[in-house]
């Protein structure tokens, strides 16, 4: 195939297939990765709410559940409504923070009331067991409708040997960064996991045991646990499902633009053998010392014509009139020669006589000819 011409704008037949699919695949990446941006934030959006939703009922169910045993001072009513709650789908823990903010239940652990202790590694340490065993779960601190557990004499004394450490270094803490709102509530959701408390203020009748208290404040607060691992799931498998979406529809859009491209390329090499061919003829007729064009019904000439019909007429003829260009300097007789039969070649109705038409053009071709043949040169249509 003939290599394209200098200046020749059209494109390359052999690099449309590659830059179509090239166009087709980054319009594909870029609308992808929009909407894999969009849905995820979708979905996050709409995992938390849905994890939110359920920690807040789990949380009020374990709220009213509790409510009695905690006003009674029920500790094995109380655990059990809390075992139960931790046997809810996706449910991981329930638990309950005192005043102090030091974790001392928990579901599925026995307790007496001491803070729960984590080792270095995380791993959780119950040291309630040999004091549950020995009194069968019913062990009190002697002063705790007086003084607070920081305050009572043991707590002073465990106080002074750990020296100033950070009780987080071996209880498990509550943050002290949430902010619970009007209805008592606060969330903190992680990236595995999600924490939810309510705040359990001290009321008139709390005061009536624990005489130190004062209404108003925090008495405890409840916490529940949710594992995220079923909603990250449930996400995950709908991404999936994009993907494969995603994935049939670039399928579909890369083979049609396989097809429109390689369409488009028959075209190209089509034009091209044609631009080929047509200047090959061009450059016979130019050099073949004859003058050719051609003219329509309007007798206004095309745009093809051969080189030697400027030499002759001294002009580009391009859009002219034949009969101007012949008959320049006499009016009349262009007008007696070319409007009496003009209208033959006008005349689209199938029913006129071909020969007439035919003869009409071989008239005008004749008078061309010997205007032409008057002045030297030889001009053919």
Request: proline residues 3%; hydrophobic residues 35%.
């Amino acid at each position: 195939m003939e290599k394209p011409k200098p200046g020749n704008r059209e494109p390359n037949p052999e690099r449309v297939i590659p830059r179509f699919l090239l166009i087709a695949f980054s319009c594909l990446l870029l609308i992808s990765l929009v909407a894999g941006f969009i849905f995820n934030y979708y979905q996050k959006q709409m995992m938390d709410r849905t994890i939110r939703e359920q920690g807040s009922g789990i949380l009020s169910s374990y709220g009213s559940k509790t409510r009695d045993s905690i006003e009674k001072g029920q500790r094995k009513t109380f655990q059990l409504v809390m075992d139960n709650t931790a046997q809810l789908e996706g449910v991981t823990a329930t638990t309950l923070y005192p005043r102090e903010g030091l974790m001392n239940y928990r579901s599925g652990a026995v307790t007496v009331g001491l803070p729960f202790v984590h080792d270095q590694d995380g791993g959780f340490r119950n040291p309630n067991l040999d004091l549950y065993e020995k009194t069968r779960g019913m062990f009190l601190r002697k002063d705790w409708h007086l003084t607070g557990r920081f305050d009572s004499a043991a707590g002073q004394a465990h106080l002074a040997e750990v020296q100033g450490k950070s009780c987080a270094e071996c209880h498990y803490v509550l943050d002290e960064n949430l902010s619970f709102d009007n209805q008592n509530r606060a969330e903190v959701l992680d990236a595995r996991v999600a924490h939810f408390y309510e705040r359990i203020p001290v009321e008139d009748k709390c005061t009536v045991c624990h005489t130190y208290w004062q209404i108003g404040e925090t008495a405890g607060v409840l916490g529940v646990t949710i594992d995220k691992a079923a909603f990250l799931q449930r996400t995950r498998e709908s991404t999936r499902q994009l993907v494969y979406i995603l994935l049939s529809i670039a399928t579909v859009v890369l083979g049609v633009t396989y097809l429109v491209a390689a369409m488009y390329r028959r075209i190209l090499i089509t034009r091209r053998q044609l631009a080929d061919k047509s200047d090959r003829l061009a450059g016979l007729l130019n050099n073949s010392g004859q003058g050719f064009l051609s003219f329509g019904p309007d007798l206004a000439i095309e745009p093809e014509y051969s080189r030697e019909c400027v030499t002759f007429f001294g002009e580009e003829v391009a859009g002219k009139s034949v009969a101007a260009l012949l008959f320049s300097e006499d009016e009349e007789e262009r007008g007696l020669v070319f409007d009496e039969d003009i209208h033959l070649l006008e005349e689209e109705d199938d029913y006129i006589d071909e020969d007439q038409t035919a003869q009409a053009e071989n008239e005008y071709l004749q008078i061309f000819a010997d205007g032409m043949n008057s002045s030297g040169t030889s001009c053919s249509r």
